[in-house]
C-alpha cells in the first residue's frame, strides 16, 4: 500500500470521525451574541458598599473572539460571572441571542484558571460528562470525545486520570469538555494564568486552532497584553475603582496567528498603546 492511499484513508477516517461528532453533539443554535446594557455591579454589607461596575455597555458578535483586558480588581472577572449566570447584576440587562441571561446553561461553556476536572474520572469520561448528564447515549458520546481527544492531543491519555496530567494537558481537557458540549459561548477567566511561559504559549496556539474550528463566540479574560493581542479579534481595555470600560481596539492582525506575529510593527504598536493607558488609568 503505497503513501498516498494511506494518506487518502487517514484523511476519510478524520473525516467520518469529525461527522459523527458533529451528528452526536447536542446542537446549540442561535448565533452566539452577548449583549451587555446599562451594567451595574454594586456588593453591600450592613455597614458599606463596593461599586464593582459602573455603566458596562459592550456587544460581543456571533463567532467573535473578545478579550476583556485589565488589572486586578477591575471587575472582569465579575462581568464573566455575570455572562455565565454565576452573579446577578445590580441593575442593567444580560442577553444572549436576545434571551436575557438570569442563571447559568448548556449553551454557555466556562473554563477557569484552577484546574475543575472530576479528579476520579479519566480524561475521556471528564470530557463525556456534560454529555452524559444530558442523557446522550453512549456511542455518540463515544464519537464526540473520541472527536476532542484527537484535537486535544491526547490520544495516548484517554485513560489518564488528572493527577497524571500536566498543568497543560489538565487545561486541555477542560476546553474539551466546555466545547464538547457545543455551547454558544465559551466564557474563560485566565485559564492560562497559572501555566509556565512556554506551555502558555503552546496553549495559545491550541486554543485559537480549535476556536478557528469551531467558531464559537468566545470570551476571554486576561491581564497580559501579549497573550489578549495574539488571541483577539477585538480587546476591550477596563479600568478600576469602580470597574468600567475604558476604551475598545481592534486587533488588525492577520487570522492565522504565528508566533512570529509578535513581532509585527501593528503587534507592538497595539502592546505599547495598551500599556500606556493601563499605566496611565
Known amino acids: 500500500m503505497n503513501m498516498a492511499t494511506v494518506t487518502a484513508k487517514e484523511q476519510l477516517k478524520e473525516n467520518v470521525l469529525a461527522q459523527n461528532a458533529e451528528a452526536a453533539a447536542p446542537a446549540a443554535g442561535g448565533s452566539g451574541t452577548i449583549e451587555i446594557r446599562d451594567l451595574h455591579k454594586v456588593y453591600r454589607t450592613r455597614k458599606s458598599s463596593f461599586e464593582a461596575l459602573r455603566d458596562i455597555q459592550l456587544t460581543i458578535g456571533s463567532n467573535e473572539f473578545l478579550t476583556i483586558l485589565g488589572p486586578s480588581g477591575c471587575g472582569k472577572s465579575t462581568l464573566l460571572r455575570m455572562v455565565a449566570g454565576l452573579d ?26 484552577g484546574y475543575t476536572l472530576f479528579p476520579w474520572l479519566t480524561v475521556r469520561e471528564n470530557i463525556e460528562y456534560g454529555l452524559k448528564l444530558q442523557g446522550v ?14 484535537i486535544i492531543r491526547l490520544e495516548s491519555f484517554d485513560k489518564s486520570y488528572p493527577k497524571q496530567l500536566s498543568g497543560g494537558m489538565k487545561q486541555r481537557v477542560a476546553i474539551a469538555r466546555a466545547l464538547a458540549n457545543r455551547p454558544k459561548v465559551l466564557l474563560m477567566d485566565e485559564p492560562f494564568g497559572a501555566l509556565d511561559a512556554q506551555t502558555k504559549l503552546e496553549m495559545q496556539e491550541m486554543l485559537l486552532d480549535v476556536w478557528q474550528k469551531e467558531k464559537t463566540t468566545v470570551l476571554f479574560i486576561t491581564h497580559d497584553i501579549d497573550e489578549a493581542i495574539f488571541l483577539s479579534q477585538r480587546i476591550v481595555v477596563m479600568g478600576a475603582g469602580p470597574g468600567r470600560i475604558l476604551k475598545q481596539f481592534e ?3 492577520p487570522a492565522e496567528r ?16 495598551l500599556a500606556d493607558l493601563l499605566k496611565h488609568d
Open 88 to 113: 446577578e447584576p445590580s441593575s442593567g440587562m444580560l442577553a444572549l441571542d436576545g434571551e436575557e441571561i438570569v442563571g447559568p446553561g448548556a449553551e454557555r461553556g466556562m473554563v477557569f484558571q
Open 258 to 273: 504565528s508566533p512570529e506575529v509578535r513581532e509585527h510593527k501593528e503587534f507592538v504598536a497595539l502592546r505599547r498603546e
Open 251 to 253: 486587533v488588525n492582525l
Open 137 to 150: 447515549p453512549t456511542l455518540a458520546r463515544r464519537a464526540i470525545s473520541n472527536y476532542w481527544i484527537k
